[in-house]
């Protein structure tokens, strides 16, 4: 079959008649009005061969007139890749001559260099792509362009945008001239631009039309002819919107602010994680007062904040809260939200995201209590805390007589935790936080931030700070094997390494001690760096690079904390100077911060025990569902919810069709390189509402994080596993975790997208005396590998040169 009519093109050909074909099939066979045309197919393109009769009769039977002909792949046009200009349009073909040139450009086009690198972002495989090619009558339009039934923009569902130019679409799509741009918003509107308002009253009907069919927001491409006629020339999913929060039954807009940054994450949690994540991180919110529900948004944890926002009594201190976590792009958008109308305080107040009653207050003294116990003794505080962390860590091995898949369920059920650990883990780390945070506004005017920054350097204390230098010092002792570890692919030294047929150098110890950490370490679905040791043996590879004893990290956190103790000294008698009573307070608690601040990581470090035991026994259930026929392998369990499991290994009930459907969700999502902080109900993210801040030429802003000044080559890093990072490069990331700080060794500076001044980033890039400047919007995408920056962490600047 290698030519068929444009109304006979369905979906279910779509490896026929490819993406294009078969939306617009869809679109005659709903009675829309759609040129003419047919469909030379993938199988025709699979030969190699033009079917020429064929094409000529189809063209004869159109009428032998001025033609469209358009590039219809296989990967086009599909939910998660729209393929829009990657391949080519020819228009106005007239005769046959014309006519098979034109399907052999777009035949070409599919290996055209965008194309090739648009499917390689998106990792499709080239190999399974096909073309077909779509061939209409061709439309004179006075005015043609694109509908977006939800804004691209802002992301908000409820408004549709309009770009519209006269002429021929191509000029809209292109991008090659100036086009009059509208948002429909339902409110009426004078004849401006080259539509009038009639025009826009029916491609807004249209598009709600065209959405509630297809069931998703959609990019249409029209055009009106010479009689006022309007024309589909193409209707797919827009590819770029951020999933939409979900549908609740309360009237009034509510607002979700992205809580995984604050563990260093933005890409999306699998189903097992975010099913564990949510309940755990409602219950530490609950322990201190705070009632949030975790929403899941793109695999993203979002908390529904609205409550919280419209509480007369919490939202007065809401964005000061987020100060020290979620940092100040949260902030902004949230003293945004507090400013509209549509979140003004409730009467009376809702109640249900403040401090609620008896628990509130118990939390409260327990805060008090173990907050000032460990002000008054840090040094008892931080060895009853790791007492505690080795007692979790005991607690967490699963007992020998587990024996099934039920027994294994049973022990992987959330359980209440010890309140004595927990307070002895929680409140020495909040202590510390609160000493590191407060003396900025008890010393205004007379230290600066940067000051500050390098008397919180080189904190001692650190668990990932000790875990980044055991990783040195194996390097370090690499020996005769340095070679072996610097020239070959840090993928093939782990399957080796687990494989055992790789010298030793240490890594069993280390794994011993740090095994039951990774990159994006939270996230229930994610393996262990004792599963897959890759991103370790890439950081060792980065660590031999360092050819200069002065830049090896211990060297650099000794100097960082040797300038600490300086700068304390001298800061503190200055304050005591000038403002007695204030720098005396602030000397107490900067040096309780140096005692306690570093106990940070620890908390997250203690966790990790837990889950590192739930995630070995659910694989063990993964394999008894996968030898029993009901997963296709062990790990597909990651993509199921605990009580999906329970019904699995209950009922007998196969699950392989919603793993299926989820892993293709979770490796869309993967790809996606920016979060929106915080959304609206609507789908608004509302940070593209915001003023745009002016900057200098070449210049992004952000916030300092971590002083100095550092120039120095760019390097973009997405996945710290296959990171090459050279001695001096800065490290631009969208954000980091603990499990990206091995990176910091190397590294000569940090840029990131997200982050707070106190998250995990900021914090070891301080303690190894590096400048930081977290929070710079689109960092990944404005700078690119090799550009030479300027790192301005007193100042928060970034400097393209």
Known sequence: MYVIPLSEATTELLDLVGG???????????????????????????????????????????????????SSATAEDLPDASFAGQQDTVLDVVGTTELIAAI???????????????????????????????????????????????????????????????????????????????????????????????????????????????????????????????????????????????????????????????????????????????????AMLASLGVRVEIVDIGGRLYGDLTDLARDRSSRRRLVKLMAVDFGPRAQAVMQHVLADPRFAPTSGGTRRGGASGAASLRTARRAVVGILRA?????????????????????????????????????????????????????????????????????????????????????????????????????????????????????????????????????????????????????????????????????????????????????????????????????IGRARRRRPVRGSIAGFLLRRARSLAGLREAGKFAGLYPLRETRRQLLLIGADLHASGLLDQADDIMFLTLDEVHTAVHQGVDPRATVTSRRAAHRRELRRRTVPVALLSDGTDVETVLPAVPTGDGTLAGVGASAGRVTGPARVVHDPGTAHIEPGDVLVAATTDPGWTPLFLTAAALVTETGAIMAHGPTVAREYGIPAVICVPDATRTISTGQLVTVDGGAGTITIH
């Open 20 to 70: 294009k074909a078969a939306g617009l099939g869809e679109l005659i066979r709903r009675g829309e009005r759609v040129p003419e045309g047919f469909c030379v197919t993938t199988e025709a393109h699979r030969l190699g061969v033009i079917p020429a009769a064929e094409v000529a009769a189809a063209y004869e039977r159109l009428g032998a007139g001025p033609v469209a002909v358009r």
């Open 104 to 282: 052999e450009k777009c035949w070409d086009s599919l290996y055209s260099d965008r194309a090739t690198a648009y499917r390689d972002a998106r990792q499709i495989d080239h190999r399974q792509t096909r073309m077909a090619v779509v061939v209409q009558r061709m439309i004179t339009p006075t005015v043609a362009g694109v509908l977006f039934t939800a804004n691209p923009l802002t992301g908000r569902r409820d408004e549709m945008a309009v770009d519209a130019a006269p002429g021929l679409g191509t000029t809209v799509v292109d991008g090659a001239a100036t086009v009059d741009h509208y948002v429909l918003d339902g409110v009426a509107r004078d004849d401006t631009g080259c539509l009038t308002s009639a025009h826009l009253a029916d491609l807004r009907a249209t598009g709600e039309r065209l959405q509630a069919h297809f069931g998703r927001p959609q990019d249409i491409e029209w055009a009106i002819d010479a009689h006022d006629v309007q024309w589909l020339l193409q209707s797919r999913p827009i590819t770029s919107l951020f999933p939409q929060p979900p549908a609740t039954d309360k009237p009034l807009p509510r607002v979700y602010l992205e809580f995984g940054h604050v563990q260093g994450m933005l890409q999306p949690v699998t189903p097992m994680g975010m099913s564990t994540l949510r309940t755990q991180i409602a």
């Open 375 to 571: 002000l008054a003794r840090p040094d008892t505080a931080r060895i009853r805390m790791f007492e505690a962390i080795e007692q979790l860590r005991t607690r967490s091995a699963a007992p020998a007589d587990l024996r099934t898949a039920a027994d294994r369920l049973r022990f992987v059920q959330p359980r209440d935790a010890d309140d004595d650990s927990a307070d002895a883990i929680t409140w020495p780390i909040v202590a510390g936080m609160l000493a590191a945070a407060l003396p900025a506004a008890l010393l205004k005017g007379l230290a600066g931030p940067d000051e500050i920054h390098t008397v919180l350097g080189g904190m001692p204390h650190n668990v990932t700070i000790e875990m980044d230098l055991a990783l040195w010092r194996l390097a370090q002792g690499a020996g005769d094997h340095r070679q072996l570890l610097l020239d070959t692919p840090p993928a093939e030294l782990a399957a080796r390494y687990l494989r055992g047929t790789l010298p030793d150098i240490g890594m069993a110890t280390f794994l011993d001690v740090y095994g039951h950490r990774g990159v994006a370490e939270v996230d229930l679905g994610v393996p262990r760096w004792e599963e897959d040791p890759t991103a370790v043996f890439a950081a060792v590879a980065n660590y031999l690079r360092i050819t200069d004893p002065r830049q090896g990290p211990d060297q650099r956190f000794q100097r960082a904390a040797s300038a600490a103790e300086t700068a304390l000294e001298e800061l």
